[in-house]
T-cell receptor
Framework: AQSVTQLGSHVSVSEGALVLLRCNYS??????LFWYVQYPNQGLQLLLK??????LVKGINGFEAEFKKSETSFHLTKPSAHMSDAAEYFC?????????????FGKGTTLSVSS | DTGVSQNPRHKITKRGQNVTFRCDPISEHNRLYWYRQTLGQGPEFLTY????????KSRLLSDRFSAERPKGSFSTLEIQRTEQGDSAMYLCASSLWDRLGEQYFGPGTRLTVT
């Protein structure tokens, strides 16, 4: 069965600092992994995804994530935080390797950015 | 592209009452998903449709919950005999059938059962 663990329910950084949000997964099939972001009073939106191929994937707003099979990790990073990055971030894994199957989400990490 | 819309945005009901939520997906999307999110948790999958066919239901979806997607367009989620434990944010998402994981979420319906 698939599962996702996000380490740290709350991360605080200063503006301009590195952002690192951690995600570890467990999957009985080759995983497809995702990061979603939820801004206050808005729906979740896809930041980036890994399916196959290049293990370093780039997303919107300068975020990227690296799939590391040996570590079962898919950590999200951004070199320099901006105030507008403050939001809740969810890591997710597909329940199967076919298009259209459901997502299993982690509990989320709230990112705070201070000036 | 007007996005996924959900109505109502908020619903307060008394325990034992029935409630129904509506989701209007992005028009060309043939897959539609329902999730539930409680405070401090990520969204939990409930069920999904391809066109009008309900293809998968979670164990979380008790007999009091029913979802429909007539004509493969909008969807409704009904909860019968609501319980306080049903209080949550109910999220709807839609996607194209071949876009793995690329789900577009609505703003959600927040249900409070008193």
């Amino acid at each position: 069965a698939q599962s996702v663990t996000q380490l740290g329910s709350h991360v605080s950084v200063s503006e301009g600092a590195l952002v690192l949000l951690r995600c570890n997964y467990s999957s009985s099939v080759p995983p497809y992994l995702f990061w979603y972001v939820q801004y206050p009073n808005q729906g979740l939106q896809l930041l980036l995804k890994y399916t196959t191929g290049a293990t370093l994937v780039k997303g919107i707003n300068g975020f990227e994530a690296e799939f590391k099979k040996s570590e079962t990790s898919f950590h999200l990073t951004k070199p320099s935080a901006h105030m507008s990055d403050a939001a809740e971030y969810f890591c997710a894994v597909n329940t199967g390797n076919q298009a259209g199957t459901a997502l299993i989400f982690g509990k989320g990490t709230t990112l705070s950015v201070s000036s | 592209d007007t996005g996924v819309s959900q109505n109502p945005r908020h619903k307060i009901t008394k325990r034992g009452q029935n409630v129904t939520f509506r989701c209007d997906p992005i028009s060309e999307h043939n897959r539609l998903y329902w999730y539930r999110q409680t405070l401090g948790q990520g969204p939990e999958f409930l069920t999904y449709f391809q066109n009008e066919a309900q293809l998968e239901k979670s164990r979380l979806l008790s007999d009091r919950f029913s979802a429909e997607r007539p004509k493969g367009s909008f969807s409704t989620l009904e909860i019968q005999r609501t319980e306080q434990g049903d209080s949550a944010m109910y999220l709807c998402a839609s996607s194209l059938w071949d876009r793995l994981g690329e789900q577009y979420f609505g703003p959600g319906t927040r249900l409070t059962v008193t």
